[in-house]
């Protein structure tokens, strides 16, 4: 008898660094600083909301792009927020979580051989999507310690094969906010060789000393080709839930994202959605505030523990994570040296070599998860300083 055999594309998807750290922290029972889990409470008008729904007998499938009172919420909330005015009958699909959007997105749009420029640092799950597609990523690559990248770098990624750039702002692991200075020069480049941009807009209410969100797609030079991205995962604390979605330029091409969405996923579960409805609907401005002033205060305690512990950081504008220089601690990998870490202080991060292609250019970076209650939080940067 043969034996049985695995695909062609197994070859090249392996678990992300992300969850093998954290895998590796638990073994040791130690303070989880690797996966951006998100373990602060949940709003009480989402766990009220769901708790509704599944009253009222929302349990059932819905519509293949998401529930309507859902829909028309992220609606509102492009218009006032992002800037983006977006038919929630025709462009928006709601899937599961930003990343099952962005695959839906990659199955609609790209073919095998199709190249997509990522800058890197990258997230890693934006290069395992890319790949699972057999699409092809080509690499920018930013600097710190603002994450700065040559606008003719970009163009000489672009090659007749290209077909699209993803830009992540806030960025997951670098913290870098994309100017509009930057955006238009992508727009220019994106215009002139008939580029997709797709976004990764997670992070959106992760700000910094008075940084501003730039949705991509509210320019007018970038809005009709632009799909973004986002979900509720990190604003909400529901990293569980997958609620995520996208916005299609024109209704053509939302209707086959959404034909891949119900392909894969079918629908988000039902009441989930009816709960981040009513969080969208009820929640106020002040809300988003706070949320952003009590992370930039743990932002200032996890960077004062990284220097005081002699490994710099390259401090973060947006989202909740920090790069940090570990050239001094020993090992020949990244792996390695946060292998070292997590044995000595009991803090779990991710090997540096996990956002680039080249792993010799993470090897002397840790990305650390600041998203964590304030007491384990203080935990581990007490930790860290010991070092």
């Given amino acids: 008898m043969k034996k049985l055999t695995l695909s062609k594309r197994c070859e090249y998807i392996v678990q992300a660094e992300i969850r093998t750290m954290s895998i590796e922290c638990e073994k040791l029972e130690g303070i989880n600083l690797a996966q951006g889990v998100c373990d602060t409470p949940v709003p009480m008008e989402l766990q009220r909301g769901v708790t509704r729904a599944m009253k009222m007998g929302v349990n059932s499938y819905t519509r293949y792009d998401g529930l309507q009172i859902l829909r028309r919420a992220i609606a509102r909330k492009l218009k006032n927020f992002n800037g983006i005015t977006a038919d929630p009958e025709t462009q928006i699909t709601v899937s599961g979580g930003s990343t099952g959007a962005f695959y839906c997105a990659c199955l609609a749009l790209l073919d095998p051989g199709d190249e997509v420029i990522l800058f890197e640092p990258y997230y890693g799950y934006h290069v395992n999507t890319l790949d699972a597609v057999?699409?092809?990523?080509?690499?920018?690559?930013?600097?710190?310690?603002?994450?700065?990248?040559?606008?003719?770098?970009?163009?000489?990624?672009?090659?007749?094969?290209?077909?699209?750039?993803?830009?992540?702002?806030?960025?997951?692991?670098?913290?870098?906010?994309?100017?509009?200075?930057?955006?238009?020069?992508?727009?220019?480049?994106?215009?002139?060789?008939?580029?997709?941009?797709?976004?990764d807009e997670i992070y959106e209410h992760f700000l910094y000393e008075g940084k501003k969100h730039i949705s991509p797609?509210?320019?007018?030079?970038?809005?009709?080709?632009?799909?973004?991205i986002s979900g509720f995962s990190k604003t909400f604390s529901i990293t569980g839930w997958r609620i995520g979605?996208?916005?299609?330029?024109?209704?053509?091409?939302?209707?086959?994202?959404?034909?891949?969405?119900?392909?894969?996923?079918?629908?988000?579960?039902?009441?989930?959605?009816?709960?981040v409805a009513e969080g969208l609907n009820k929640l106020k401005p002040a809300f988003y505030k706070k949320m952003a002033a009590e992370y930039f205060e743990k932002r200032e305690l996890i960077c004062s523990s990284l220097k005081k512990a002699g490994l710099n950081p390259s401090v973060p504008a947006g989202a909740y994570y920090v790069l940090a220089d570990v050239s001094r601690l020993p090992g020949k990998t990244g792996k390695e040296?946060?292998?070292?870490?997590?044995?000595?202080?009991?803090?779990?991060?991710?090997?540096?070599?996990?956002?680039?292609?080249?792993?010799?250019?993470?090897y002397n970076l840790i990305r650390f998860c600041y998203a964590k209650d304030k007491k384990d939080l203080l935990a581990a940067c007490k930790r860290l300083e010991r070092l």
Wanted: a positive charge.
């Fill in 134 to 199: 057999e699409a092809v990523p080509k690499y920018v690559t930013m600097r710190p310690p603002n994450w700065d990248f040559s606008m003719k770098d970009l163009e000489k990624a672009i090659t007749p094969k290209t077909k699209g750039i993803m830009i992540n702002t806030p960025a997951n692991p670098s913290g870098k906010v994309f100017t509009h200075e930057e955006l238009r020069g992508i727009a220019r480049l994106a215009n002139r060789h008939n580029l997709y941009v797709f976004t």
């Fill in 217 to 228: 797609g509210a320019l007018p030079e970038l809005k009709n080709r632009t799909i973004t």
């Fill in 245 to 275: 979605y996208s916005v299609a330029p024109t209704a053509e091409l939302a209707r086959m994202i959404g034909y891949m969405n119900d392909l894969i996923y079918v629908c988000g579960p039902a009441p989930l959605q009816y709960g």
């Fill in 337 to 362: 040296k946060a292998m070292y870490l997590l044995r000595k202080t009991g803090v779990a991060g991710v090997p540096g070599e996990a956002f680039f292609h080249n792993p010799k250019d993470g």
